[in-house]
């Protein structure tokens, strides 16, 4: 009987799959997402293109808006433009550098299929509208007629799928320049021609030339899901390609469907639908040379952030920028076999698994600098990568001396909770979750806010500044500025600067589950027992530490299962990453 209900199940979810969507948000939520998806956990995101011949942006910044940094005279680009090509070279002249001369798209496939992922999101074409195939809607801004003379797309779609990886595309739904609508050049709500005779014929072509396991559509955010036939879009592609089909979230104002895609953070504690955060192994998607190795995650730091996205139900789509040639270069070549040969060993613990009923065992992490001033504004980023890039507090302390007796008006703009403090008097206590309810949507949009408080000051007296900060969201920024009668505003910078104390809850094991088996992934070693509030095992319970066949004593003790490590040797420990204890209940 049991056997004959699983059939059953089995047939009723081919069945969902293979009725017909409608073109409805309800139809698409009724129908779902492919399991194939959530059980892969990661994929490798390729962001390649004529961007790929500057390779350049700010030490932070996004390389493949390379364009965008032109149009819109950033002079960082356009400097760095006129200074290494010449007054008259255009973006459209990359096409001609951009040769891919050493791209051998099974030699990538290998790569990708040595890291562990189960599948591979390509950037067919970004906002430049750059195509990687011969596409019929950008016959002369295309890879097939361009510098490369290659059918990108094609090629490396047989190469990743001969390996037995899922096989997805990214595509930008608007473009900078096309003649039919420049995105954030003419007003939004023109894009109608564009979208009915460009976008949409072109999606579908490329859909139907390679029918893709994935589409993540992106640049949505100026239109509504219903200017761009989002359902439509997203129903035709289902009906297509089939079962295995999966969209992502990112399909304008009004869409409720598709795998989350948070950019640099994992904070997503919702389970209700898969996700995957999609990041770089540095700051940047397209490659930036411009790029400090500081902003790479090394091999650890990536192992550990890819089990944080494990334990709390989603996975990665780990970027690669390849250079013009077609090299992947050798630091993320690196990254890629490191965390392909963790996953050789510990991958028991990630594919296929499921959030246990808590996520982490968390602890409090400290970071202590000293702050010249406070003036920052990181974006995907944090002050050091043992703070996390939001949920994180700052606290300043430091020594003002007015150089004039008058009454002194202390400002900050900032994204998110502060107080200032002088000589313990409060003189800004301020919440933009409050303030925003008074506030127009113009500042909203801003993503920072400026207050200010006024207290009298003598000339020559120390006193204590203390800033407290709290930051929510992936953007922290914040400014601290001073001014008086007789003094224009200025960033205040106090004697011998502020000493900084940066901190955040971080996880130190991180739990994911398969069946009737616990996986608990510790991200620091634990010498001589590791510590789990969980609930009471059974007594017949056995632990191991994937890759060795020991099994561990364990106790109950007071709501905590300790397990006793001590037996444990160097020659047992395969990684020097995370370590992960699988509890067989």
């Known amino acids: 009987m049991k056997k004959i209900f699983t059939l059953l199940l089995c047939f009723l979810v081919l ?47 996004y390389a493949e808006w390379y364009y965008s940094g032109l149009m819109n005279n950033d002079s960082t680009r356009v400097n760095f ?20 001369e050493l791209w051998n798209p099974e030699d990538w496939a290998e790569l990708f299929k040595k890291s562990g992922a189960k599948y591979v999101l390509l950037v067919t074409k970004h906002h430049d509208g750059y195509c990687l195939w011969d596409s019929n809607y950008s016959p002369e801004w295309n890879s097939v007629v361009g510098g490369p003379k290659r059918n990108i797309v094609s090629e490396l779609t047989s190469a990743v799928r001969a390996e037995g ?56 955010w100026r239109n509504s899901a219903e200017q761009w036939h989002s359902a439509e879009l997203i129903a035709w592609y289902y009906n297509t390609v089939g079962e295995e089909a999966i969209v992502n979230d990112r399909w304008g104002h009004g869409a409720q469907y598709g795998f989350r895609t948070p950019e640099y953070s994992a904070g997503i504690t919702q389970t209700d639908r898969p996700w995957a955060e999609c990041r770089g192994i540095g700051r940047s998607f397209g490659l930036n040379r411009n790029e400090p190795l500081s902003n790479y995650l090394s091999s650890k730091e990536l192992i550990r952030h890819f089990a944080k996205t494990v334990a709390a139900g989603g996975g990665m789509t780990l970027n690669v920028g390849p250079a013009a040639d077609g090299i992947i270069p050798m630091i993320q070549q690196e990254r890629l076999l490191d965390l392909g040969k963790w996953l050789e060993i510990n991958g028991e613990a990630i594919y296929e698994t499921r959030p246990y009923s808590k996520f982490y065992e968390m602890k409090e992490v400290t970071f202590n600098r000293m702050d010249s001033v406070i003036d920052f504004n990181w974006h995907r980023n944090s002050p050091d990568k043992s703070i996390s890039y939001d949920n994180f507090s700052a606290t300043w302390n430091g020594i003002f001396v007015p150089e004039k007796t008058s009454t002194y008006t202390f400002e900050v703009e900032v994204d998110d909770n502060v107080k200032v403090i002088v000589d313990d008097k409060v003189i800004i206590d301020y919440n933009p979750a409050k303030a925003n309810e008074q506030q127009s949507d113009a500042d909203q949009a801003k993503n920072w806010n400026s207050t200010s408080g006024k207290i009298k000051l003598k000339a020559g007296e120390p006193y204590a500044i203390r800033v407290e900060y709290q930051e929510k969201n992936i953007d922290a920024m914040m400014r601290l500025f001073a001014s008086s009668k007789n003094m224009a505003k200025f960033i205040l910078k106090p004697l011998d600067g502020f000493r900084a104390e940066y901190k955040c809850e971080q996880p130190y094991v991180c739990y994911t589950t398969k069946g009737s088996d616990l996986y608990a992934i510790a991200i620091e070693y634990p010498q001589d027992e590791l510590v789990l509030e969980i609930e009471q095992p059974k007594e017949n319970t056995i632990v191991r530490m994937l890759g060795c066949e020991k099994v561990l004593p364990w106790k109950y003790e007071n709501g905590k299962m300790i397990i006793d490590t001590m037996p444990l040797k160097y020659n047992d420990l395969k990684s020097d990453a995370a370590w992960v204890f699988k509890i067989s209940l």
């Open 15 to 61: 069945s969902t799959f293979a009725q017909k969507v409608e073109p409805t948000w309800e139809s698409l939520q009724q129908r779902g997402y492919p399991q194939w998806f959530s059980d892969a956990k990661l994929g490798i995101f390729i962001h390649w293109g004529v961007y790929s011949v500057p390779a350049y942006a700010s030490n932070e910044g």
């Open 81 to 100: 433009q006129k200074k290494n090509y010449g007054e008259d070279f255009s973006y459209r002249d990359f096409d001609k550098m951009f040769k891919a």
């Open 165 to 220: 990886l899922k096989m997805g595309f990214y595509y930008s739904l608007p473009e900078w320049t096309n003649p039919m609508h420049r995105w954030y050049v003419d007003p939004d709500d023109s894009i109608t021609n564009y979208v009915d005779n460009h976008m949409i014929p072109q999606f579908k072509e490329l859909v139907l030339k390679y029918h893709p396991s994935i589409i993540f559509a992106d640049g949505e």
